[in-house]
């Protein structure tokens, strides 16, 4: 996963923080052990079942880590 800092006066800027949690996101929802969603198939759960059950509830954290990575880069910008 690559992510951008962008120093520009002002600190990060509204397309960074997107493409930084789009970035993690991603990256988590590819490390989702795939036994997951292949048991709720078997158990009869449609594809936004499975998203609506299984991957939002896992993917808040993903939310908060991302916030807390992006207001410690917005802290330490360049202020003037």
Do not use: H, W
């Not at 600190?11 to 969603?37: H, Q, W, Y």
């Amino acid at each position: 996963m690559i992510i951008v800092y962008s120093s520009m006066k002002g600190g990060v800027g509204k397309s960074t923080d997107a493409m930084i949690t789009a970035n993690c996101l991603i990256a988590f929802i590819r490390e989702i052990p795939s036994e997951l969603t292949k048991a709720a198939l078997v158990d009869g759960a449609g594809r936004f079942y499975i998203f609506r059950a299984i991957v939002v509830p896992l993917i808040r954290s993903v939310f908060a880590m991302s916030k807390q990575f992006i207001a410690g880069l917005t802290a330490g910008a360049v202020k003037g």
